[in-house]
């Protein structure tokens, strides 16, 4: 399943060339072109799913693992001493290439710094208790 006007299943398809660093049935992994740190990647599925909720759960279980194997290889190999694994749905959430996508962004003490972080919403206790409520 491709999506013509997606530009990570042009980059899957070979249309669009890409720096990868690793490749099987299911998934290619490639450099982030505009990378937030050294090594920043991207884990793409080969087929088109445009997020999360749309992947199958047998897809969507196997990308936690392959995360864990290409990460601590990374960090292995590039020396970093922390990673942010990342993952947008939607646009509201960041989400600007609406192909599932899971970042692996190695962190550095020093040199290569970048942020990953969000604010607080500062609810009160009445709040999170009626959300919990909610999603139980
Ligand atoms: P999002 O904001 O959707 O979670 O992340 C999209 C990521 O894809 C961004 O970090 C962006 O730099 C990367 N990206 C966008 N277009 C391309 C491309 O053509 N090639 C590669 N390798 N990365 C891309
Ligand atoms: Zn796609």
Redesign the pocket.
């Known amino acids: 399943m491709r999506d013509d006007n997606c530009?990570f299943c042009k980059?899957i398809n070979g249309d669009?060339p890409?720096r990868t660093i690793y490749e099987d049935d299911d998934f290619k992994v490639?450099?982030?072109?505009?990378p937030a740190t050294k090594g920043h990647s991207?884990i793409l599925p080969k087929e088109h799913y445009a997020n999360l909720f749309e992947m199958p759960e047998d897809l969507a279980a196997k990308v936690l693992p392959l995360a864990k194997r290409l990460g601590a290889d990374m960090c292995d190999k590039l020396k970093c001493e922390g990673m942010n694994v990342v993952q947008?749905n939607g646009e509201v959430a960041?989400?600007?290439?609406h192909h599932f996508?899971m970042?692996l962004i190695p962190r550095y003490t020093d040199g290569c710094k970048t942020d990953v972080t969000w604010s607080h919403a500062g609810l009160s206790d009445e709040q999170l208790d009626d959300i919990c409520n909610l999603l139980k």
């Open positions: 530009i980059i669009i890409s490639i450099m982030d072109a505009d991207l947008n960041g989400q600007t290439v996508h970042h």
